[in-house]
């Protein structure tokens, strides 16, 4: 054993000596690869178990009365086999915890109305005790409470409800709320019948802050083209005042008169507190002296490494070893040829983590660009190249943030076009990933839209269109590959200091073999931007991106976000009402309103056109990016749109007996420690409730008409 083999060894074995009965936090995602309904692991109280006749586990949330074979007034629940650790006993100290789901409230051909009573659906955390529904829970105790126990602070239960009806203590017909031991909400807002009138799932994330005592909801509720409005709601309490420490997550439902079917198609919860051994906190005093003795050994040993391993360095004189770092980047799916490509000046570099320090000074706050879903972007100068540059640092307990950086490394560093963001290097140290761009003076073309700053010119405006489109092309025909980008929308368009669109953000492109057409993955993207047969099916295509193109090309003329929650219906999705002013002959009033006439009105029209061209509900009907780039440069006459908003008429391409939920709601967790999924797929829950309605499903997944 050489010397550094023997200080690495003292430091794993110094590792084990402090980590021996380390647990890892909870982590689950629901559906998983496999199901057995028939594992003896799946606790069933008072419910059936099993899978859909359609074989994926589609969680119905209320079974019929097995004596009546009604629904009616009735509740259900179904929760995690295994509890989490809410707050630490010995230390106060309480989990930040994230949970998501996709559901559906279908009331198919019931109908909904708010006069008739229909229940509604809550997630709950709560003890072990309070793990049964109550008796007569049903209706509007939303299978939560009963009139007896109502109130009692023995219930230990926090829930927050997605309410169908208005009862005496409700605000309103449709609502959201907070509940602590109590039907009354401690907080509330009102929704619309949003949430029960479309036929698709809907996503609610739900998140505790440990520190603030923060929990916060946010449902947003998607249509089948691709728009959606979202309802945030806070509420702050200190959960170890009214939970015990370890405490069950799950789903409780009730039903009336109505019965809608109530479901819930995927589920993901993540926390960040290993849960603590029963008697640790008796056994604490006197277990202190065998910490002391285990510090005492870990403090000999590491330094005893630390002295060879010193020694070591100074008699080798040289680099550390390449195969450590090689063996990081194989793991990370990056190989050698990205460096040797940097070697013959074509591609990017990789940097040390001290540089991109010190480029930033320290990432420094006063420098910080701008905060993405996994990390913040911070300005920086490299001295020794005399360039500016900006760096994204992915938050390290980002494991989706991960894989957008291999993402990320292994595409845009391949890709050369004047309208892409350019990659300039790239560093991974000790957990620390990093993503060095060039420096956009401009920023993104969101701020320039509507933000608060200078509107764009016209020409410039119609510039930055054709240079998107332009980075399109190539991505769809001119590479090697066909590269769906996936995530077209303003905040992701770059303008330099001539105001030259650059696309970038590429962490959820996928590649494809140029004619294969599309590929199914896991659904990603914004709402507002995608496509409706990429909502349905999860297959994105170079067609998905081009509807993106098409919904981007819309803002840029119109000066506003594609979806707008504070305008009225009419004009609230900006496609739909474009549509409603072109079937007016009044295509022209769509124009932003601080252009002050000042633009061309050829260029404005075709804009517009291609736009509405591009958005088109029907994939098949859409241009190719080559054809909106020849109608934006009057190669081509423009297209001839219908005189209405087309209907959708798009249908999965399967049978219904067929339906796979799989690709289309498989959730994407962002986990905040290892994994911790249950080997045995169907253990996940205690009860497991199928569609039992081959027309549930129609309802489900059908589009309609807007």
Same mark, same amino acid.
């Given at each position: 054993?050489?010397?550094?083999?023997?200080?690495?060894?003292?430091?794993?074995?110094?590792?084990?000596?402090?980590?021996?009965?380390?647990?890892?936090?909870?982590?689950?995602?629901?559906?998983?690869a496999?199901?057995?309904?028939?594992?003896?692991?799946?606790?069933?109280?008072?419910?059936?178990r099993g899978?859909?006749?359609?074989?994926?586990?589609?969680i119905?949330?209320?079974?019929?009365?097995?004596?009546?074979?009604?629904?009616?007034?009735?509740?259900?629940?179904?929760?995690?086999?295994?509890?989490?650790q809410?707050?630490?006993?010995?230390?106060?100290?309480?989990?930040?915890?994230?949970?998501?789901?996709?559901?559906?409230?279908?009331?198919?051909?019931?109908?909904?109305?708010?006069?008739?009573?229909?229940?509604?659906?809550?997630?709950?955390?709560?003890?072990?005790?309070?793990?049964?529904?109550?008796?007569?829970?049903?209706?509007?105790?939303?299978?939560?409470?009963?009139?007896?126990?109502?109130?009692?602070?023995?219930?230990?239960?926090?829930?927050?409800?997605?309410?169908?009806?208005?009862n005496?203590?409700?605000?309103?017909?449709?609502?959201?709320?907070?509940d602590?031991?109590?039907?009354?909400?401690k907080?509330?807002?009102?929704?619309?019948?949003d949430?029960?009138s479309?036929s698709?799932?809907?996503?609610?994330?739900?998140?505790y802050?440990?520190?603030?005592?923060?929990?916060?909801?946010?449902?947003?509720?998607?249509?089948?083209?691709?728009?959606s409005?979202?309802?945030?709601?806070?509420?702050?309490?200190?959960?170890?005042?009214?939970?015990?420490?370890?405490?069950?997550?799950?789903?409780?439902?009730?039903?009336?008169?109505?019965?809608p079917?109530?479901?819930?198609?995927?589920?993901?919860?993540?926390?960040?507190m290993s849960?603590?051994?029963?008697?640790?906190?008796?056994?604490?005093?006197?277990?202190?002296?065998?910490?002391?003795?285990?510090?005492?050994v870990?403090?000999?040993?590491?330094?005893?490494?630390?002295?060879?391993?010193?020694?070591?360095?100074?008699?080798?004189?040289?680099k550390?070893?390449?195969?450590?770092?090689?063996y990081?980047?194989?793991?990370l799916?990056?190989?050698?040829?990205?460096?040797?490509?940097?070697?013959?000046?074509?591609?990017p570099?990789?940097f040390?983590?001290?540089?991109?320090?010190s480029?930033?000074?320290?990432?420094? =706050?006063? !420098?910080?660009?701008? &905060?993405?879903?996994?990390?913040?972007?911070?300005? +920086? $100068? @490299? #001295?020794? /190249?005399?360039?500016?540059?900006?760096?994204?640092?992915?938050?390290?307990?980002?494991?989706q943030?991960?894989?957008?950086?291999?993402?990320?490394?292994?595409?845009?560093?391949?890709?050369?076009?004047r309208?892409?963001v350019?990659?300039?290097?790239?560093?991974?140290?000790?957990?620390?990933?990093?993503?060095?761009?060039e420096?956009?003076?401009?920023?993104?073309?969101?701020?320039?839209?509507?933000?608060?700053?200078?509107?764009?010119?016209?020409?410039?405006?119609?510039?930055i269109?054709?240079?998107?489109?332009?980075a399109?092309?190539?991505?769809?025909?001119?590479?090697?590959?066909?590269?769906?980008?996936?995530?077209?929308?303003?905040?992701?368009?770059?303008?330099?200091?001539?105001?030259?669109?650059k696309?970038?953000?590429?962490?959820?492109?996928?590649?494809? =073999?140029? !004619?294969?057409?599309? &590929?199914?993955?896991?659904?990603?993207?914004?709402? +507002? $931007? @995608? #496509?409706? /047969?990429?909502?349905?099916?999860?297959?994105?295509?170079?067609?998905?991106?081009v509807?993106?193109?098409?919904v981007?090309?819309?803002?840029v003329?119109?000066?506003?976000?594609?979806?707008?929650?504070?305008?009225?219906?009419?004009?609230?999705?900006?496609?739909?009402?474009?549509?409603?002013?072109?079937?007016?002959?009044?295509?022209l009033?769509?124009?932003?309103?601080?252009?002050?006439?000042?633009?061309?009105?050829?260029?404005?029209r075709?804009?517009?056109?291609?736009?509405l061209?591009?958005?088109?509900?029907?994939?098949?009907?859409?241009?190719?990016?080559r054809?909106?780039?020849?109608a934006?440069?009057?190669?081509?006459?423009?297209?001839?749109?219908?005189?209405?908003?087309?209907?959708?008429?798009?249908?999965?391409?399967?049978?219904?007996?067929?339906?796979?939920?799989?690709?289309?709601?498989?959730?994407?967790?962002?986990?905040?420690?290892?994994?911790?999924?249950?080997?045995?797929?169907?253990?996940?829950?205690?009860?497991?409730?199928?569609?039992?309605?081959?027309?549930e499903?129609?309802?489900?997944?059908?589009?309609?008409?807007c």
């Amino acid at each position: 054993m050489d010397s550094q083999s023997f200080c690495s060894f003292l430091f794993v074995f110094s590792f084990y000596l402090i980590c021996f009965s380390v647990a890892s936090c909870l982590e689950f995602t629901y559906p998983p690869a496999s199901f057995d309904p028939n594992d003896a692991n799946v606790i069933v109280r008072g419910s059936t178990r099993g899978q859909s006749e359609f074989g994926e586990p589609v969680i119905r949330l209320i079974d019929p009365d097995p004596v009546t074979g009604t629904r009616q007034n009735a509740s259900g629940r179904v929760y995690y086999h295994e509890p989490f650790q809410l707050w630490d006993p010995r230390t106060n100290m309480i989990t930040d915890f994230t949970t998501s789901f996709d559901f559906a409230i279908l009331f198919g051909e019931q109908q909904y109305n708010s006069s008739v009573s229909s229940g509604g659906v809550a997630l709950f955390i709560t003890s072990e005790e309070s793990l049964t529904a109550p008796r007569n829970s049903g209706g509007g105790w939303l299978g939560l409470f009963n009139e007896t126990i109502n109130g009692n602070s023995s219930n230990q239960i926090v829930a927050v409800e997605l309410d169908t009806f208005r009862n005496e203590w409700d605000p309103s017909n449709i609502h959201i709320g907070f509940d602590v031991n109590s039907i009354d909400s401690k907080n509330s807002t009102n929704w619309n019948e949003d949430l029960v009138s479309n036929s698709t799932y809907h996503r609610a994330t739900l998140s505790y802050n440990g520190t603030s005592k923060a929990l916060s909801i946010v449902v947003e509720l998607a249509d089948i083209f691709g728009q959606s409005e979202a309802l945030s709601l806070t509420y702050n309490v200190d959960l170890s005042t009214v939970l015990p420490p370890k405490v069950y997550i799950g789903f409780s439902a009730s039903s009336g008169q109505a019965t809608p079917a109530q479901l819930i198609i995927s589920w993901n919860f993540t926390s960040n507190m290993s849960p603590i051994e029963e008697g640790d906190n008796n056994n604490k005093g006197f277990e202190m002296w065998k910490v002391w003795l285990i510090i005492a050994v870990v403090v000999f040993f590491v330094g005893v490494g630390l002295i060879v391993g010193i020694l070591w360095r100074n008699s080798r004189r040289k680099k550390p070893d390449a195969k450590e770092e090689d063996y990081h980047d194989e793991e990370l799916g990056i190989d050698d040829s990205m460096d040797m490509d940097f070697a013959k000046g074509t591609g990017p570099k990789r940097f040390t983590f001290k540089a991109l320090v010190s480029a930033t000074g320290n990432f420094s =706050e006063e !420098g910080k660009l701008g &905060q993405g879903g996994f990390g913040g972007v911070y300005r +920086g $100068y @490299l #001295a020794e /190249e005399n360039t500016e540059i900006a760096v994204k640092k992915i938050a390290s307990n980002s494991n989706q943030g991960k894989k957008e950086y291999v993402s990320e490394v292994k595409t845009i560093s391949r890709l050369r076009h004047r309208n892409l963001v350019q990659l300039i290097g790239w560093s991974h140290e000790n957990a620390n990933f990093l993503l060095v761009y060039e420096y956009m003076p401009n920023g993104s073309l969101d701020t320039h839209l509507y933000g608060k700053g200078n509107r764009l010119p016209w020409p410039i405006r119609y510039k930055i269109v054709k240079g998107l489109a332009s980075a399109l092309l190539y991505l769809h025909e001119e590479w090697e590959q066909c590269v769906i980008h996936r995530d077209v929308k303003p905040s992701n368009i770059m303008l330099d200091s001539n105001f030259n669109a650059k696309l970038g953000d590429f962490g959820l492109a996928k590649l494809l =073999e140029h !004619g294969l057409g599309s &590929q199914t993955t896991i659904l990603a993207g914004t709402m +507002g $931007y @995608l #496509a409706p /047969e990429y909502v349905i099916t999860s297959k994105a295509s170079k067609e998905s991106d081009v509807f993106s193109f098409g919904v981007v090309a819309l803002e840029v003329a119109c000066g506003r976000r594609a979806v707008e929650n504070n305008k009225e219906e009419t004009k609230m999705v900006l496609s739909n009402w474009i549509w409603e002013l072109h079937a007016n002959g009044k295509l022209l009033e769509a124009v932003d309103q601080t252009l002050n006439g000042e633009f061309n009105e050829d260029e404005m029209r075709c804009l517009l056109s291609v736009g509405l061209w591009c958005t088109h509900t029907d994939y098949k009907l859409r241009p190719s990016i080559r054809q909106a780039i020849q109608a934006l440069n009057f190669e081509v006459p423009l297209p001839i749109l219908p005189p209405q908003m087309p209907m959708a008429l798009y249908f999965p391409p399967v049978v219904l007996n067929q339906f796979d939920f799989t690709n289309t709601y498989e959730a994407r967790s962002q986990a905040t420690c290892s994994t911790a999924t249950t080997s045995n797929p169907s253990t996940l829950f205690e009860c497991f409730h199928p569609i039992s309605s081959s027309e549930e499903v129609s309802a489900l997944v059908h589009t309609h008409g807007c």
